[in-house]
């Protein structure tokens, strides 16, 4: 096999999955500009401040926030405009505008929604309009409420539909669909392995990877209703997590015979578990896994040095290091910037989907191969 050449071939499939992540990501997070709104409402506009905030245990009493504007700040826009919410954290929320009901999102009973990353938009009657006007939000959740990367805006019907669209194309649309292409790759894997001169466990512990990573990766869309609590939901969305980690770290046991990745893997996963029946309240649980992300750190750092020991040697190992430096050096932004409590604009799945739906089918592919 020529390993070099073959190097070549992924380090360019890797490149070419980053890139297009890394463009996704960007526009992921894009704000309108100044030409596209009337009015810009940042968090400390509010009454109070608006900005993302830990609420209080288990009261599910709705925070109010409350600004004002004048209809001469509408630039003669006020027959055909809307308010838009982008980012708001919050299981459920009402808009109000001069005390009338504009709309809502999510469950205000019993906050059984996932919003943080949504954009609504709420267009708004020329009739609701006065000289002076009252924008309360009333937003319940069960650990935070607030907004993160974005202002509250009053744009045009057009621009705010328009942006709500572009919004929910590179924010949902796109993550649905690398959720496909993780279920689809996991469904080949595991067709692969039915196939009688095929039969080879790394196929099912690969296949059970991608499987838990989809599921994680829906932590990053919007639900305005769940079947179940909100607790709950975060629970399988998180064990999801570590158990990709668990059978990541296990097929590298079995390709690379490495017991460490086997036991930093399984003691991840362990942890996770208990974190989520020792946890009493949500609060509880987000702080004790915000810290465990650690253990995802130290769990790719060890793949990372399993796979270079034997890198000049090993297609595989060159297939794992390559796509696993490339997730070191992102989720280390992401928890050094999350560590700091600030919110990283570009923290979106597509760079994991992206390395975590093409690695597998390396990897699978150059194992049939070498056979």
Not at 135 to 151: Q, V
Not at 154 to 166: E, I
């Amino acid at each position: 096999m020529n390993l070099k050449k073959n190097t070549k071939l992924i380090i360019f499939i890797y490149l070419i999955m980053l890139a297009g992540g890394l463009v996704i990501s960007f526009f992921s997070g894009i704000v309108p500009d100044s030409k596209q709104y009337i009015i810009a409402f940042p968090p400390d506009s509010f009454t109070p401040d608006m900005g993302i905030q830990m609420v209080e245990l288990n009261d599910l009493q709705p925070y109010i926030y409350e600004t004002t504007f004048k209809r001469e700040q509408l630039q003669n826009h006020d027959g055909d405009i809307g308010i838009l919410i982008t980012r708001f954290t919050s299981s459920g929320y009402r808009l109000f505008l001069n005390d009338c009901l504009i709309g809502q999102k999510g469950s205000m009973e019993k906050g059984n929604a996932n919003l943080w990353n949504d954009a609504s938009f709420f267009g708004i009657s020329s009739t609701k309009i006065d000289d002076e006007n009252v924008i309360r939000i009333e937003s319940i959740a069960d650990y935070k409420t607030g907004l993160t990367t974005h202002p509250i805006y009053v744009m045009t019907t057009d621009h705010g539909l328009a942006f709500q669209r572009w919004f929910a194309f590179f924010n949902s649309d796109i993550i649905h669909i690398g959720i496909g292409f993780l279920v689809l790759g996991a469904i080949l894997l595991i067709i692969l392995n039915i196939m009688p001169d095929n039969r080879d466990r790394l196929l099912i512990y690969l296949s059970i990877a991608m499987i838990s990573m989809a599921v994680y990766i829906y932590d990053y869309t919007s639900f305005e209703y769940l079947p179940f609590s909100y607790f709950v939901y975060k629970k399988i969305i998180m064990i999801s997590f570590w158990v990709s980690s668990l059978f990541i770290g296990v097929s590298i046991y079995k390709l690379l015979k490495s017991k460490a990745a086997l036991l930093i893997s399984f003691i991840g996963f362990i942890g996770i578990v208990l974190i989520s029946f020792l946890s009493p309240t949500i609060i509880d649980f987000k702080k004790a896994y915000d810290i465990w992300y650690l253990s995802q750190i130290i769990n790719i750092i060890t793949w990372l040095i399993v796979s270079l020991r034997v890198y000049r040697k090993n297609i595989e190992a060159r297939i794992l290091f390559i796509g696993y430096f490339v997730l070191f050096i992102f989720a280390l932004i992401n928890f050094y910037v999350n560590s700091i409590g600030k919110i990283f604009s570009m923290n979106s799945p597509v760079i994991y989907i992206a390395v975590l739906s093409i690695m597998p089918l390396m990897l699978a592919y150059f194992d049939y191969t070498q056979k």
